[in-house]
C-alpha cells in the first residue's frame, strides 16, 4: 500500500508543477474616477497589458504590488497629486480579477502664471492670443498637457510670425502639495524679428515675373508662415502646377533676412474631361470637356465645355488672360449657346461675357459686361404644343452690367465638417440702348455647414436664396432672368422651376422675386454612407405676394470615388395643388 501511495505521489508531481506553472490571463476593473482620469489610469497600468496574454500568479502579484504607484503617476499630469488606492486581487476561474478603488483627493489649483516676453513681440495678435491663452490657465486645475500645448503654442506663434532665433529661457510648474497650488513660470527670449527678402521660383514654365502675382508680400515685409501658406495655396490653385514646395531658407538666413525658395513642377498642359451624369433638373446627359491650364509663356488659359442632355444644352468657351501685379487680377472673355427645355420653359440663348476677376479683401471679385440675345418659352406643362393658350413666347436682347462677391471656406474641400459660401451678384441695363427692356437685379446664395455629435457623424446644412428685379418689361425678360423655385437646389419635393408666379392660365411664367431657406440633417453610418432628413421653405414671387411653398422628406448620401452623390426623395406639405413624391439627385462637392 505505502509503495502504491509513493507511485502515486510521484506521479501527482509533475502535474502539481504544471499547475504551478498554469497561465491566466487579468480582468481589471477600475473605479472611482471618470474618464479622461479612467483612460489614464488604465493605460497607465502595466495590468491592462495581460488582458489577452498569459500572467503567472507570481506575475500578478508583483505587477498587483506596483497599482498605487502607476495610478498616483497617471493622476499627478491632471493636477491630482494625492490620490489614494486600495483594491483587491483575486482568482476566478483560470483568470484574475483585479479591483482597483481610486480616490482623486483635492486637486492642485494653478495659483499664479508668471510670464516674461518681449514687449514688441506681445504686441502681435497671433502672439497675443497665446499668451492669453497660457493666463487663461490660472485658477483653473493643473493639468500639465494643457500647460505643454499653451506652452508650445506661444513658441510655434514666435516663429510662425518672424522670431526664428526665440528661445525658451524658463519653463517650470512648481507645485505646493500641502497647499494644493501651483505656479506656472515660463520666460522667452524672442530675439529680432527677420524680415522677407527674395522669392526665388526653380522649375516654372513662365516668363520671369509672372507669378510674383501670387505673392502675398513684398520684400522687407515681416515674415510670416501664414503667408507662406497662403502662396502656396494660390499656386496650387492656379492649377499650373503638379508640386508646388514653398521653402523659407532659415538656415541660409543673415542680418535679420529670409529668402524663399518655390519649388514647382508643370502639371500636364492639357486636360481631357468628359463622361457621363445625372441630375433631376437637367435628366442624363454626357459632359466633355478640352482645357488648356496654360496657353503660353504669360499663363493665359483656355476652357472649352460641351453638354447634352435630355433636358440642358450648352457649348461655351472661356480665355483667361492673367494680369501682372497683386490681386490675381485676371481678364476673361468667352461665349455660352445654351438651349434649355424645362417643365415649366424653354430658351434658346446666345451669350457673350467679358469681365475682370480679383481678389479683393478675401473675396473674389468679378466685374463685366454681358450680351444676351435669343428666344424663349414661359407658360409650358411638359411638351405640350406651342400653340396651346397660355404658352408665351417671345425674342429678347439684353446687354447689361453685371458684378458680383464670392467667397468660401471649409476644412476640407472633399467632405465639408466646418464651411460656408456667399455669392452675392448685382445685375443692371443702365440704361443701355441695345437692351429690349430695362431692369435691375440682386441675387444671393449662402451655404452654412457645421458637423456636431460623437465623431463628428452628423452634419446640420442650411442653405438659403434671394432674388429681387426692377424692370419697366417683365415679359421681355428671358427664363435666365427670371426667378423659379423648385428642384434639387431649391425646394424639394418640386419639380425643376415648377414654382412661381402664374399667367391668367395658371401657367408658371417666373417671378420678379424668391426667397427660399432649407435646413438638412445627415447622419452617417459608416464612413462613406448616411442619410438625410430636410425641410425646405420657398417661393418665387412678384410684389408682396408671398407665398411659401414647403417640401420634407429623406435623402442617402454616399461619399463615393467620383464624389458626394445625393439622392432625395421629397414631397410637398399641406398643398392641395401638387401631391407625390419626388426624386432628386445630385453629384458634387459641398460648397
Not at 26 to 47: N, Q, S, T
Not at 89 to 94: A, E, F, M, P
Not at 230 to 236: E, I, K, W
Not at 344 to 354: A, C, F, W
Request: glycine share 10%; proline share 4%; aromatic share 8%.
Amino acid at each position: 500500500m505505502r509503495r502504491c501511495r509513493r507511485r502515486l505521489s510521484l506521479l501527482l508531481l509533475p502535474l502539481l508543477a504544471l499547475a504551478s506553472l498554469a497561465h491566466a490571463g487579468v480582468a481589471l476593473h477600475v473605479d472611482g474616477v471618470e474618464d479622461p482620469l479612467k483612460a489614464a489610469v488604465i493605460d497607465r497600468l502595466e495590468l491592462s497589458q495581460y488582458a489577452k496574454r498569459d500572467v503567472t500568479a507570481a506575475q500578478a502579484a508583483r505587477l498587483y504590488q506596483r497599482v498605487p504607484e502607476q495610478v498616483r503617476a497617471a493622476l499627478q499630469p491632471y493636477g491630482y497629486y494625492d490620490a489614494s488606492v486600495t483594491g483587491d486581487l483575486r482568482q476566478v476561474g483560470t483568470d484574475w480579477q483585479v479591483d482597483v478603488h481610486v480616490t482623486p483627493g483635492e486637486s492642485v489649483k494653478v495659483a499664479q502664471v508668471e510670464l516674461q516676453l518681449d514687449a514688441a513681440a506681445g504686441k502681435i495678435a497671433p502672439i497675443r492670443r497665446a499668451r492669453r491663452a497660457i493666463e487663461r490657465l490660472k485658477g483653473k486645475t493643473l493639468n500639465h498637457e494643457a500647460y505643454e500645448e499653451a506652452r508650445d503654442a506661444m513658441s510655434a506663434q514666435l516663429t510662425a510670425n518672424g522670431y526664428l532665433d526665440a528661445r525658451l529661457l524658463t519653463h517650470r510648474v512648481e507645485v505646493n502639495r500641502g497647499e494644493r497650488r501651483a505656479v506656472v513660470k515660463l520666460a522667452w527670449e524672442a530675439g529680432p524679428r527677420y524680415r522677407y527678402g527674395q522669392v526665388r521660383f526653380e522649375g516654372s514654365q513662365f516668363n520671369e515675373g509672372f507669378l510674383d502675382r501670387y505673392v502675398p508680400f513684398q520684400s522687407g515685409d515681416y515674415f510670416s508662415q501664414d503667408q507662406l501658406l497662403t502662396l502656396q495655396q494660390a499656386l496650387n490653385g492656379a492649377d499650373y502646377f503638379a508640386v508646388v514646395n514653398v521653402l523659407p531658407d532659415v538656415d541660409e538666413a543673415k542680418h535679420g533676412v529670409v529668402d524663399v525658395t518655390v519649388q514647382l513642377a508643370p502639371a500636364k498642359r492639357t486636360i481631357y474631361t468628359g463622361g457621363p451624369f445625372i441630375g433631376t433638373d437637367t435628366g442624363f446627359g454626357m459632359r466633355g470637356g478640352i482645357e488648356r491650364r496654360w496657353a503660353n509663356r504669360r499663363g493665359h488659359k483656355w476652357k472649352n465645355e460641351l453638354v447634352v442632355a435630355q433636358r440642358l444644352k450648352t457649348l461655351s468657351t472661356m480665355y483667361t488672360i492673367p494680369l501682372p501685379g497683386p490681386n490675381q487680377r485676371s481678364y476673361n472673355v468667352g461665349a455660352n449657346f445654351r438651349d434649355a427645355d424645362t417643365d415649366t420653359s424653354q430658351s434658346r440663348t446666345l451669350e457673350l461675357v467679358g469681365n475682370e476677376t480679383r481678389q479683393w479683401h478675401g473675396w473674389t471679385r468679378t466685374l463685366g459686361v454681358h450680351a444676351l440675345a435669343g428666344t424663349f418659352t414661359v407658360g409650358k406643362r411638359g411638351r405640350e404644343p406651342d400653340d396651346t393658350p397660355g404658352i408665351e413666347h417671345g425674342r429678347s436682347t439684353e446687354v447689361f452690367a453685371e458684378a458680383s462677391l464670392s467667397r468660401k471656406q471649409a476644412d476640407n474641400p472633399a467632405f465639408v465638417r466646418r464651411g460656408w459660401s456667399l455669392t452675392l451678384a448685382a445685375r443692371s441695363t443702365a440704361g443701355s440702348l441695345l437692351s429690349d427692356a430695362s431692369f435691375s437685379q440682386i441675387s444671393a446664395d449662402a451655404k452654412w455647414i457645421r458637423a456636431f455629435g460623437a465623431k463628428q457623424r452628423n452634419r446640420l446644412i442650411l442653405r438659403g436664396s434671394a432674388g429681387i428685379t426692377r424692370t419697366d418689361d417683365f415679359a421681355a425678360l428671358p427664363p435666365q432672368l427670371r426667378f423659379f423655385a423648385g428642384g434639387d437646389r431649391s425646394v424639394r419635393g418640386y419639380g425643376y422651376q415648377s414654382i412661381g408666379p402664374r399667367n391668367s392660365y395658371d401657367r408658371v411664367i417666373g417671378g420678379r422675386n424668391l426667397l427660399v431657406a432649407s435646413t438638412e440633417v445627415e447622419h452617417y453610418f459608416t464612413r462613406n454612407w448616411g442619410m438625410a432628413a430636410f425641410v425646405d421653405a420657398g417661393n418665387a414671387y412678384t410684389g408682396t405676394d408671398f407665398r411659401p411653398k414647403v417640401g420634407a422628406g429623406l435623402g442617402l448620401r454616399w461619399r463615393s470615388p467620383v464624389g458626394m452623390i445625393r439622392l432625395d426623395l421629397g414631397t410637398p406639405i399641406h398643398d392641395s395643388d401638387h401631391h407625390g413624391i419626388e426624386l432628386h439627385v445630385v453629384i458634387g462637392p459641398d460648397l
